[in-house]
């Protein structure tokens, strides 16, 4: 962990290079200083079925989640909140400057009791 999981309205395509968004999203995270290097994992998921607000089709969406462990200090999350918002809104300024665009962020904290992961990479960043 962390996780963080942009999901995208299909009408974005033209707009946003999201191989490059992960990339700017993975660097906000690991200039956080509270992740391991073989943690985090960004994806991009494209929505392809969508109805928005007032149905315009222009109305678009990037609707983000991290999700990580428990353990880090509340003022640390939002430390990491903020840094990763202002990526995103950075990557999204000229989309946000018109009226037919949605940016959200959520931090989910992940209870250990109720998650199993076995990760073969971190054994090989820490080597």
Known sequence: M?????????????????KHLCEEVHGAVMASGLFEAGAPRVRAIRCEAYVIADKMPKNGFLDNVLKMGRGRSEEDRKRLGEA????????????????????????REIDDAFSWKKNAIHPRLRA
């Open 84 to 107: 990763l918002f202002a990526t995103l809104q950075k990557a999204t300024e000229h989309l946000l400057a018109e009226p037919y665009f949605a940016l959200s962020l959520q931090i």
């Open 2 to 18: 962390p996780h963080v999981t942009m999901e995208y309205s299909a009408n974005l395509d033209a707009e946003l290079d999201m």
